[in-house]
């Protein structure tokens, strides 16, 4: 170490050396594209015309199946609705395929289903995803049925292929169709069937690859186009030799299949696309990669954007990026005018900064982006960052040679050590959490310290023992008269801490006390919101309302909200029985709870507004039940929210299920079909033949040759005389009147027996089990005391075998980590104090210097609790920081006093040995305060919305650091005094 510290000019070059390194790193991570990095999937197939119970039994669960078979899958989660099928897995953070790519085992386990499915199934649909159903982008156009297309085939493709992109939702646009729409009469007068029409059309009308052929030393791809130039001409086999013309038996037409959604703005019908961010994306970059694609010349769309939470990230991101810039100068003149030789304070100014790169740089290489949230930690852990700095400085001040200094800084790495170690340790279940944004902040926070640290312990000393005889300047004028005062007010204080011990302990446990009984009857918060200038909202209807019903009910309640002060837009997406609203308003005019109560108090014909997003005045929790029959776990659900009703926590509820569409239920008449010699398979077919339209067969391209890719061709029946025209544009509403059907000559309905009961909307899956849910609200509280209250009314309700009441278990399960880190703090404290009595030689030095930590804490925790905050992840993100910082504080005043001690001359009063040694500290001291508040300050002040975890952890740091510092020269002088008592008197025993 000796040797190391005669190296200035090494050290230096180093330093330099690791901050160009650093800054390459950093800039290089920029440019890099991470694809398919997200731990979570959403797989979606489309069968349309199929109901969600046929869905489950034949897509969803083979799906999967498929998916859990993949190593690594962590849980899975699916819905089975009328036409699709989702499922939702997420996967472990270390899985055997890491490497080799989570999206290629996805893709080949959806592959091996979509390959056993008809050939009107869709293609799978694969996209990574995260757990919130918000998109992070939306926008809408008003145009024509062109320009709609293009939303479907080329913006959102493109939308999709960006990085950090997720599902990306289309409403307003339905895919081309080709029907063909048979004549009955004219089918059944020549004995020809629509199976055999629809087997002979998708065998001819198609596009073989003919492979490859050698002509004149060249290679020439062979393709086999059997396509129809036009469909019509199409000639039908009647056997004997004949044929006839398919347009003489049918009307042909190309058409857009009904919108999955329709979607609206301001009452206006628009066509509208969202973006969902994938798990992990960099909101800022996919923000703007979407704003590029906008502006492409080869786009002529003109978007009026609804919501964009890129865009308010980086607007946050800039104001953090200006406050920590702040506050880094702040930190960097304090720490230089505090400093007694201006080379030195130079060297500590610069070694701040500097930490800075070098955690950055550590978080760029694991995978971090530098995003708002890296330099909400970074800035948190400047404060430990600067404790290290000052007291390695001050260590090294008085030191007249390399022999002392090496001696002095072993003795400080044990304690710095420890801090620092302390810090990193209660930060492991923070890190752990499956949260992105706390887990940036805990890392960055460990970061932090480790790197302040070794540069501490490392590459600072030698630039620290620079001698130099000349001082560029001096400031102690300056600091004369405000040190003076300082000096009386610390004799005073020493005297009373020397004459009152046991006062001063007192009110420190009892503010100990006090806090942890507020903290612990508060509990802790789990809740994240959302954006601060648009709310999100389902509406659900009965079962079966049809999609254009849902949208003109919408589309004047849309209306009455944009009449409100301060509503800016509200776009809605009508489906059958339910919509979706994303309602835009001014900040400046109205709050988020303000606009969720008025789309409550706004009536909605036939149907109700709900919410799944948490505010700062309502919870949402999630209850469901587990069991085998889907029917059962509904009615179930239903109880238990009569039940839970009556718990006066319980504000109000949702069942997350409804009824879906009424169900025709046809039953075959065996005497007729006997006598009639009619197979029922024949009339079944009929049946779907003239009511759903099966798909025949897909056909590469447009009848017009204008789109790309597979287009579904649909086989329908009917009496096209009386029923359709050429000119007829509504053959997809033609569903009236369509079991007139006949079959041998008889109608359907002189066959068949009709039964009518409901379908189920939905059916969904977790964990491979059927559940049903309903969603409570309650006041702002800890989930486990929503549990606890509810747990009685749970165990009255009756469960078969093999069913179960679940309460939120994400919500518990973020609770129970949140109270983890509180054990983890005190696991760590009590190995810092091991590090420290090994090092002291000491059972009694370290507990006065831990025993600071608590009051120091109790200060902060108190006015949180007062203001209506509770335990959350910031707030214990700040806590544990305060702590590592206190014990660096406390180090410093307890060493000072021992050394004292050791070195104290017999007249010498307890009050000036305390004085003495205090007085030297506080230089040191109040840098590490000065700059970490300083340094807080500017955080304080971030006006957006999303950068309330950054304020919180500011606020909470800045308390916590005043507070260690008034504790040092408090708490640690008394219980000097109280051990140095008993000391004599158990030696005078």
């Known amino acids: 170490m000796k040797k190391w510290l005669e190296r200035k000019k090494a050290a230096l070059c180093i330093l330099a050396g690791i901050c160009a390194v650093s800054i390459f790193i950093i800039i290089d991570s920029n440019e890099k594209i991470n694809e398919n990095k997200g731990g979570s999937y959403v797989v979606k197939i489309k069968h349309y015309g199929i109901d969600a119970e046929e869905m489950e039994r034949s897509i969803t669960i083979p799906l999967e199946d498929a998916l859990f ?51 009107s199934a869709q293609r799978p649909e694969i996209l990574s995803s995260n757990n919130s159903r918000v998109p992070v982008w939306s926008g809408v156009i008003f145009s024509d049925d062109n320009t709609k297309q293009l939303l479907e085939r080329i913006v959102k493709p493109r939308f999709e292929s960006l990085e950090g992109a997720g599902e990306v939702l289309v409403s307003g646009v339905g895919s081309k169709q080709i029907f063909i729409i048979l004549d009955q009469e004219k089918l059944s007068s020549i004995g020809l069937e629509a199976a055999a029409v629809a087997h002979f059309i998708g065998m001819n009308d198609s596009v073989f ?225 499956d949260d992105a944004g706390i887990k940036i902040i805990a890392v960055s926070i460990a970061c932090v310290c480790i790197a302040a640290l070794m540069t501490s312990l490392m590459l600072l000393p030698p630039l620290l023992m620079w001698q130099t005889k000349q001082k560029l300047f001096s400031l102690q004028g300056i600091f004369k008269k405000i040190s003076r005062y300082l000096c009386k007010f610390l004799a005073a204080n020493v005297k009373f801490c020397t004459r009152y011990p046991v006062i001063v302990l007192g009110a420190s446990l009892v503010l100990t006390v006090s806090a942890v009984f507020a903290l612990s009857g508060k509990g802790v918060d789990t809740a994240s919101y959302g954006s601060e200038d648009s709310v999100y909202a389902q509406v659900e209807f009965n079962g079966g309302l049809l999609s254009e019903e849902v949208d003109r009910l919408l589309a004047a309640y849309s209306v009455q909200l944009t009449e409100n002060e301060g509503i800016k837009n509200v776009e809605t997406g009508a489906r059958t029985g339910s919509g979706s609203l994303l309602i835009s308003f001014n900040p400046k005019v109205t709050q988020a709870h303000l606009v969720r109560d008025l789309a409550k108090q706004i009536p909605v014909p036939g149907g109700f507004v709900f919410f799944h997003e948490n505010s700062n005045r309502e919870r949402y929790w999630e209850i469901k039940i587990y069991g085998d029959e889907d029917e059962k776990c509904r009615e179930l659900a239903e109880e238990l929210a009569y039940t839970v009703n009556a718990n006066p926590l319980v504000r109000d509820r949702v069942l997350n299920f409804k009824q879906g569409s009424k169900k025709l239920v046809l039953m075959p008449d065996r005497e007729i079909f006997a006598e009639a010699k009619i197979a029922f398979s024949n009339a079944a077919n009929m049946v779907r033949t003239g009511v759903y339209g099966p798909v025949a067969y897909k056909r590469m391209g447009s009848l017009n040759k204008n789109i790309d890719g597979e287009v579904d061709v649909r086989i329908l029946s009917g009496n096209i005389r009386s029923e359709f025209t050429p000119e007829n544009e509504g053959l997809r509403q033609s569903r009236e009147g369509t079991l007139n059907l006949l079959v041998s000559g008889i109608q359907i309905d002189s066959l068949m027996n009709k039964k ?74 009590l190995f810092c104090y091991m590090i420290i009595a090994s090092i002291s030689e000491s059972f009694t030095i370290p507990l006065i210097v831990l025993a600071a930590i608590p009051p120091s804490l109790s200060i902060p925790a108190l006015i949180l609790v007062l203001s209506g905050s509770a335990y959350n992840l910031a707030i214990a993100c700040a806590f544990i920081v305060v702590s590592g910082m206190t014990v660096n504080a406390a180090i410093l005043c307890t060493d000072g006093l021992y050394q004292k001690q050791k070195n104290q001359l017999k007249e010498e009063k307890n009050n000036l040995i305390i004085y003495t040694a205090l007085r030297k500290k506080m230089p040191a001291l109040l840098a590490t305060t000065a700059t970490t508040i300083a340094g807080a300050i500017p955080f304080l002040f971030l006006k957006e919305g999303s950068n309330i975890i950054i304020r919180t952890i500011s606020l909470v740091g800045a308390l916590g650091v005043a507070c260690s510092c008034i504790c040092s020269i408090t708490v640690i002088p008394s219980l000097f005094i109280l051990t140095k008592y008993f000391r004599s008197r158990l030696s005078g025993a």
Do not use: W
């Open 209 to 433: 690859s003919g492979g490859v052929i050698n002509q004149n030393g060249k290679e020439v791809i062979v393709t086999v186009d059997g396509r129809y130039d036009k469909l019509g001409s199409a000639l039908i086999p009647l056997g004997d030799g004949k044929f006839i013309e398919l347009s003489d038996i049918a009307i042909i037409s190309e058409q857009e299949r009904e919108p999955d959604v329709l979607s609206r703005l301001n009452g206006k019908k628009t066509a509208g696309i969202a973006v969902m961010g994938r798990h992990g994306a960099d909101l800022r970059k996919l923000s703007s990669d979407i704003k590029k694609e906008l502006t492409s010349p080869d786009l002529p769309l003109e978007f009026i954007v609804l919501s964009d939470l890129g865009a308010e990230e980086a607007a946050a991101f800039k104001s953090v990026l200006f406050a920590a810039l702040s506050g880094a100068v702040m930190v960097a003149l304090i720490s230089f005018l505090l400093n007694s030789s201006a080379l030195r304070g130079i060297f500590c100014a610069v070694s701040i900064p500097v930490i800075c790169l070098i955690s950055m740089a550590i978080l760029s290489i694991g995978g971090f982006s530098i995003d708002r949230l890296m330099l909400a930690g970074i800035a948190a852990g400047v404060g430990t960052a600067v404790d290290a700095v000052i007291l390695t400085s001050e260590k090294l001040r008085l030191c007249k040679n390399f022999t002392t200094a090496a001696e002095e800084l072993k003795n400080l790495a044990g304690p710095l050590t420890a801090g620092a170690v302390t810090t990193a340790a209660a930060l492991l279940p923070l890190a752990g959490i």
């Open 756 to 829: 009518e009961k409901s379908e189920p909307s939905s059916i969904r899956r977790d964990g491979r089990r059927r559940t049903a849910s309903i969603t409570i609200t309650t006041d702002p509280m800890d989930p486990r005391r929503v549990k606890k209250e509810l747990l009685p009314i749970f165990e009255k309700i009756d469960l078969p075998p093999g069913y179960s009441i679940e309460f939120d278990p994400e919500a518990i399960r973020q609770a129970q980590a949140l109270s983890a880190t509180v054990l983890s703090l005190v696991l760590a404290i």
């Open 69 to 119: 078979a993949i190593p690594g899958v962590f849980s899975a989660q699916s819905s089975s609705e009328n036409s699709v099928s989702s499922v939702f897995i997420r996967f472990k953070s270390e899985g055997s395929f890491r490497k080799k790519g989570l999206y290629e085992a996805v893709r080949d386990a959806a592959q091996r289903v979509y390959e056993t499915l008809p050939s």
